[in-house]
């Protein structure tokens, strides 16, 4: 265990051992003692830092929340967070690499006045992790007051625009029914909203999760998708008509408008209609003859 000093564990292995062994044994020691600091070492210098837990989103989020400068990227097997110094981000002010694997492990590698620095901070992370689990597991956190408050706040401030608010995502660990509730709970005080529509996500599961937390490749094309389809005021029923409507041909065509026929009215036929001339002026002009020569006669006589 850590003690007040905050020393970490170190390992202990077995003699001639394989390397391969060696990361088996250290696997083992991790997870028999969870969220527990270990530090390997070479030729007494620190090489790096491990830890096992059950919660590692929590445990990135928390690390996101102690560290000032950091950047997130993904890595084989999990993801990582590179710790700097400074804003700049260069390779130079990198200090940490918090490696966080799919099967539990944390390791953070570093120099070593790093990793005895990280030593000094575990606690307070871990501190922060655990309170990140109270919050999230516990039943009285009702989250639906919080985003209508938002909600409401956005509608003031922008009152002519169209306020889109994505619905609660599902999360491996958050029991369903605390998810929907909240959701549910959202959906009805946001109704009396005018300008705030609310994007319901129905679509996305855990499985659309590439580690049950964060949405995988799909998951995000579905998530554009409804968050674009609310904003422009398109529902998925009313997408699904459309589609449905333009792929199937139109068995019977739409009536046609049906002429009063009066007695002074007499209906043109197709070849009457097409010997008249199709441009307006040359009857005009006709006419227009018609009448010169009928003058002309006139005054001769």
Known sequence: MVTAACKPCPFVYPQRSSEHSKQLHRHKQIKDHPETLFADYDHSSMTNLLFYTENSSLWHTAFCQHFTFTTKRGICKGRQILVFQDAEGNEESRILSLNLYHNGTVMIQGSEPALQAFTAD??????????????????????????????????ERFPEAKITLSMLLPRSDVPFHMIHGNNVELSRTCAFIPNVHLAYLKDIRPHRMFDHIHLNKKGVQLFTRVLKSTAFGKTENSRNLHSKSSSQPQRNPPPKTRQDSTPGALSQSYNAAAQQPQNP?????????????????????
């Open 281 to 301: 002026a040359a009857t005009e002009l006709n006419q227009i003859r018609h009448l010169l020569n009928i003058i002309c006669s006139k005054l001769v006589k």
């Open 122 to 155: 575990f606690i307070p992370i871990k501190q922060q992790a655990r309170l990140n689990t109270s919050l999230i597991q516990d039943p009285k956190c009702n989250v639906a007051p919080v985003l209508r408050e938002v909600a409401i706040r956005a509608s």
